[in-house]
């Protein structure tokens, strides 16, 4: 292909995804409006997509943009003079390394456990799966913050930490902190903040007059924090921080293996070689935006969030599921109407809002990011909603054939043959059943999100690792 042909047909590629502009897209993207800082953002990462942040004293550039960002958030998390940091690839990538500090720090520990309310993100799973330490789950309280007395009750000779959430992602609230971080820093433990979602936003909030649970290192006993910039640091995608309290607790988190005769290998994150491309787009977009500007911006998206609440108060079908410490709202539908035909409508109507599934015997709820950007549509965006609902009322709640529901309770989803999966896949409508298994995703997805509701969480999750095992197939 010419060079020509070449960017056409990437145009053409980039089209049938999600805009990442415009505020209409209310996950995965944060948008801060901000045109000429965007653009910025995205030069640096080209600038520098071809250097190598696996060896600081050659790159030195990346070395000073890493502690620079690392310097912004230490001031915006209250860290003291003696936290040290490190630019990550993304939110969940801070989550691994602190619960693999908390591990090898402990090394005498042979079954170590975290303690982690059932709010946490699942990349928490993801660190316990990877690094054989437990996650204890927790059950949230009724305001879906996390019950500090199970939690404290929890925590064993063999804990390595214990998690709280600033906020959670599910349902937005911020988890009790300081009560976390002192039982935590009473049995000797670490506690970790994942504040990869708030992080960047939540220090405005009392600044802005709104009343905010204390999470950040003002708190005594919270050991490490995570922020990513890809999220409300409105940065390209690729950037995360994470934070400790001081250099001797992120000693574990370094890897250096002199054990073989090549250079020796010294990393501070799972990556070796690493691109400058999103670090050097984070620090752009951290200065261009600075201290001042982030206030603007947290000033416009808690704007948006006030008047979505408010707006949803007045709409029959809908209800808040928890009132939003930060800026990410949980919408929960009465018996009329069900979120997964909403959020199909709200597609329709080119607004992206997310279905999350039930969860532990809550029922399933439609998630909102807010972005800056979206302030300046949200009274469209409470009209296409309000619409979206009336709709979603007048076709009635999605039914899964009580029949279908037997048949997936009574599957054993580890017992289950590839066959077995296409079969499934073909039934809910994610496979296509021709000959040669082409994928056919449906344009509306309340059905397929219906019946995956009502599938328990293990078979949602092998049918879903079986759906993208077929997506992933090489295009040759
Ligand atoms: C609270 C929280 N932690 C961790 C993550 C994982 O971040 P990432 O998707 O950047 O890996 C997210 C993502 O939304 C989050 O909200």
Same mark, same amino acid.
């Given at each position: 292909m010419n060079l020509d042909d070449i960017r056409t047909r990437l145009h053409e590629l980039q089209a049938q995804d999600l805009p990442?502009? !415009?505020?209409?897209?209310? %996950?995965y993207v944060y948008d801060s409006g901000l045109s000429e800082v965007d653009e910025l953002g995205r030069a640096a990462v080209a600038a520098y997509a071809g250097s190598n942040g696996l060896d600081p004293t050659a790159f030195p550039s990346l070395l000073q943009m890493e502690n620079d960002v690392v310097g912004m958030a230490a001031d915006l998390l209250d860290a003291p003079a003696s936290a040290v940091g490190t630019v990550t690839s993304g939110g969940t990538e801070s989550v691994l390394l602190a619960v693999q500090s908390a591990r090898d720090a402990r090394g005498e520990i042979t079954r170590p456990r975290m303690i982690i309310p059932s709010t946490a993100h699942a990349a928490f799973h993801k660190a316990a799966h990877y690094f054989g330490v437990e996650a204890v789950a927790i059950e949230v309280g009724d305001d879906y913050r996390a019950d500090v007395a199970a939690m404290t009750a929890a925590i064993d000779a063999d804990t390595v930490l214990v998690v709280a959430s600033a906020p959670s992602y599910a349902h937005g609230v911020i988890d009790p902190v300081p009560e976390l971080a002192a039982a935590a820093a009473a049995a000797g433990v670490r506690c970790h903040v994942? %504040?990869?979602? !708030?992080g960047w936003v939540l220090p405005f909030a009392p600044r802005l007059g709104r009343d905010v649970t204390p999470w950040t290192f003002a708190v005594d006993g919270v050991t490490s924090i995570s922020v990513d910039l890809h999220k409300y640091g409105y940065a390209p995608k690729g950037t995360s921080v994470l934070l400790h309290r001081d250099s001797a607790l992120r000693k574990p988190q370094f890897f250096a293996s002199a054990a073989w005769p090549g250079y020796t290998m010294l990393n501070a994150t799972m990556q070796s070689t690493k691109s400058g491309g999103p670090l050097a787009g984070a620090w752009a977009v951290t200065r261009a935006i600075g201290a001042d500007g982030y206030q603007r911006l947290a000033a416009d998206v808690f704007a948006a969030v006030d008047a979505i609440v408010d707006g949803v108060a007045s709409i029959g079908a809908l209800s808040v599921v928890a009132e939003p410490d930060s800026t990410l709202i949980a919408l929960a539908t009465d018996a009329t109407c069900d979120p997964f035909t909403i959020c199909d409508e709200m597609a329709e109507a080119g607004w992206f809002v997310q279905p999350q599934m039930a969860f532990a015997g809550r029922p399933a709820t439609i998630h909102l990011s807010v972005s800056a950007a979206t302030l300046a549509s949200v009274e469209e965006f409470l009209g296409a909603l309000r619409a979206a609902v009336d709709r979603a009322v007048a076709h009635g709640p999605v039914v899964v054939d009580p029949d279908v529901v037997a048949f997936i309770e009574a599957l054993d989803p580890a017992a289950l043959t590839d066959a077995d999966f296409d079969g499934l896949l073909a039934a809910a409508g994610l496979l296509g059943t021709s000959e040669d298994g082409a994928l056919a995703l449906p344009t509306r997805m309340a059905e397929v999100n219906a019946l995956l509701d009502v599938a328990a969480p293990a078979m949602r999750e092998a049918l879903l690792v079986a759906f993208l095992d077929r997506l992933s197939r090489p295009a040759r």
């Open positions: 990442v502009h !415009g505020g209409r897209t209310l %996950a994942d %504040a990869c979602i !708030g």
